[in-house]
Every structure is written in C-alpha cells, then in structure tokens.
Antibody, heavy 121, light 105 residues
Framework: EVQLVESGGGLVKPGGSLRLSCSASGFTFSYVWMSWVRQAPGKGLEWVGRIKSKTEGGTIDYAAPVKGRFTISRDDSTNTLYLQMNSLKTDDTAVYYC????????????WGQGTLVTVSS | EIVLTQSPATLSLSPGERATLSCRASQSVGSYLGWYQQKPGQAPRLLIYDASNRATGIPARFRGSGSGTDFTLTISSLEPEDFAVYYCQQRNTLTFGGGTKVEIK
C-alpha cells in the first residue's frame, strides 16, 4: 500500500525558513517522480514543484511564486522527499501535500495527508 | 501559461440529481486533463485521467469527457459522499483550475 507521510510544518515568522519532509513507503521511491502541492486556507490547489527520478535526470522544476526561495530534494536511500522553504512570506501559509507524480498514471495519483505551514509574525 | 477556468464555482443539487461540471482551458491541452475530488479535511483524490478514463476504484457514475479546450465532469446520480470540491488539472504544466464546489441543496 502506497503511503506518504508529511512532517515538519508549523508556525514561522516572515523571512524565516522551514524544511518539510515526506516519508514514502509501499512503492519503489527511487523510480518515481514526486511533487509538492499546496493549498492556502479556503483556497484551491497550487502546484509548487516537482523532482524527477535520478534515472530520468533528477530534474527539478518550480512554480513561479516559489522559484529561488524553495528547494526540492530527495534521498532515495531513506525514501524521503524534502521541501526547503526560505524567505517565507505570509502568502506561503498553506497545507503542503506531497504527491506521487506519475507513479501509475501521469497525474498526481497518490497524496499524503498534508502538513500545515503558517507564516505569521 | 495555460489557465484552467472551472464553472460554476458552486453547484447546489440534491442527492440523486445529475451534476455537470465544466473546465475550460485557455489553449488546447489535447486530452491531457485530470479531475480530482477533495472532501473537507482530506487530501485530493484522482478521479479521471486523460479526460475520460476513470482511475482505479472510481465508480461508473463519474464520467469525464472533452478534448482540446472544453472538458466536462458528469456525475450521473449524486450520492451523499459525492458532495465535495472538484478540481481539474492539465498534465503538461501541472496547473489546476479554481475548483467547483458541489453542495447539498
């Protein structure tokens, strides 16, 4: 059974940093592209960024609002996906989900339960 | 940038009624469009991929159609568990539409 468990959310001041983790199990993590998707309170879904598998180049892409501030990485030895968030803004307040990105289908086919990040002074 | 516009924003219907949700793309996305369902407090779930294919375990009352710029998600007869928010997403640039909330009338 595919499981994705996010952790690391919390309250942080504007300008601060936070690192989210996503622990994956139930599939061969190293072969799968992974993405982060966020959802601000009461709002819709917003794709944050994606990291491809190392066998396909390990390319990382970011959405414009987070480019240059957020960094996605993966540790295939521990089946963990990371999202390093720097220079946080109040607009970054959201639930952050990790998702498989084309594990079985070329869409976000499995999702974690999400972790809440609140950026506030 | 491809923009996805969903309509209506809210759909008020009764159980047993038919729901028709629309997703329009600002330029052609071929058939590379998915639909997700999100219930309060839960993560989204993939319902439909490539415009018209149901994901594993999705009931037959959910039907996706369309291609190019105009897409539709139809729920033939609403069950109580279908009241939720639905998002479309195009596969190429990974953007989502703004969502349609299907609420109980």
């Amino acid at each position: 059974e595919v499981q994705l468990v996010e952790s690391g959310g919390g309250l942080v001041k504007p300008g601060g940093s936070l690192r989210l983790s996503c622990s994956a199990s139930g599939f061969t993590f190293s072969y799968v592209w992974m993405s982060w998707v966020r959802q601000a309170p009461g709002k819709g879904l917003e794709w944050v960024g994606r990291i491809k598998s190392k066998t396909e180049g390990g390319t990382i892409d970011y959405a414009a609002p987070v480019k240059g501030r957020f960094t996605i990485s993966r540790d295939d030895s521990t089946n963990t996906l990371y999202l390093q968030m720097n220079s946080l803004k109040t607009d970054d307040t959201a639930v952050y989900y990790c998702t498989t990105d084309g594990y079985i289908l070329d869409y976000f086919d499995f999702w974690g339960q999400g972790t809440l990040v609140t950026v506030s002074s | 940038e491809i923009v996805l516009t969903q309509s209506p924003a809210t759909l008020s219907l009764s159980p047993g009624e038919r729901a028709t949700l629309s997703c329009r793309a600002s330029q052609s996305v071929g058939s590379y469009l998915g639909w997700y369902q999100q219930k309060p407090g839960q993560a989204p779930r993939l319902l439909i991929y490539d415009a018209s294919n149901r994901a594993t375990g999705i009931p037959a009352r959910f039907r996706g159609s369309g291609s190019g710029t105009d897409f539709t998600l139809t729920i033939s007869s609403l069950e109580p568990e279908d009241f939720a928010v639905y998002y479309c997403q195009q596969r190429n640039t990974l953007t989502f539409g703004g969502g349609t909330k299907v609420e109980i009338k």
